[in-house]
């Protein structure tokens, strides 16, 4: 595996506005837990495109390299007011989000970043699933083809406690299928899969062929170890597979209250014991 890595949603002002840190001031942070990597959000004020000059985003990736943080994926922010819903049933919704999604793929081959992360949509009243499964797989394919001129992988992950349009393995792994693009690869959240009372593991197992990215958080986002999944055996079907890519923590930015320095520093710690082993 290439490392453990962090999003940086718990530092960041998505979905809820606080806490809200600086971009440089989270990767000292991550750099100074002993994190290998860092998963950016692309909102405000961490890395939403049109708020990066070309100078922030070579001061930015100079910062990443002194302090020795890779950057592991990056992952566009959905719904909010722009929608970013590439299943609209709004032309000019999709066509903005795809411009979208190009801009952050610009962004992460700036910043030597292997791995966008690509949310497929939701089905808005009144369309229907055909159309949206539709609207989406144009999406990731014009996307895709984009993404790979730039050197990027896209990871198309199931979001069942956020929308309905992606939110299995087989679902993912369909839309994968049908986009026909060797860079159009899956991955997935455990706290996903425990939403839907699936196991873990399991995916794993299932994705091994497209793997390319995952999320760890245990139920109601805690730190891996402090809810109910069961990580070891995670981490097992991970080995099993020969994973290759980084042990994504997406954790603690649920709601405003949550400490972002704890999360970080559970996270890491328990990971670090669980590997020891």
């Known amino acids: 595996m290439k490392g453990i890595s962090f999003n940086t ?4 002002s998505f979905p809820a506005w606080v806490p809200s840190y ?3 001031e989270v990767i000292k942070r991550l750099a ?3 994190y290998d990597g860092i998963e ?5 004020p961490h890395a939403w495109p049109e708020y990066l000059s070309n100078n922030r985003r070579s001061e930015i990736l100079k910062l990443l390299k002194t302090n020795n943080l890779d950057v592991a994926a990056m992952l566009p922010a959905p719904g909010g007011g722009p929608g970013m819903n590439t299943a609209s049933p709004l032309a000019e919704e999709r066509k903005y989000t795809i411009n979208h999604y190009k801009d ?4 992460a081959h700036d910043w030597e970043c292997p791995t966008v ?3 497929a949509g939701w089905i808005v009243y009144g369309s229907n699933q055909t159309d949206a499964w539709h609207y989406s797989l144009e999406a990731i394919k014009e996307i895709g083809e984009f993404a790979q001129k730039m050197g990027v992988t896209m990871a198309i992950e199931p979001t069942a406690s956020d929308s309905n349009l992606i939110e299995s393995a087989d679902d993912a792994l369909l839309l994968s299928e049908q986009a026909e693009l060797d860079n159009v690869k899956v991955m997935f959240d455990t706290f996903h899969a425990l939403y839907r009372n699936e196991v873990s593991s399991d995916y794993v197992y299932k994705m091994q062929d497209k793997l390319q990215h995952i999320h760890l958080a245990d139920s109601d986002r805690l730190p891996p170890g402090e809810g109910e999944c069961d990580f070891p055996s995670v981490l097992k079907a991970l080995k099993d597979v020969n994973y290759d890519g980084y042990l994504s923590m997406e954790v603690g930015f649920h709601k405003r209250e949550a ?6 520093r559970k996270s ?3 990971l670090r014991a669980e590997l020891g082993k």
């Open 40 to 44: 950016i959000g692309c909102a405000s």
């Open 117 to 119: 992360i690509y949310i």
């Open 104 to 107: 952050v793929i610009r962004l």
């Open 9 to 12: 949603w718990a530092y960041s």
């Open 268 to 270: 890491i710690e328990y």
């Open 259 to 264: 400490e972002p320095d704890w999360y970080a």
């Open 32 to 34: 100074y837990f002993g």
């Open 22 to 24: 600086p971009l440089e």
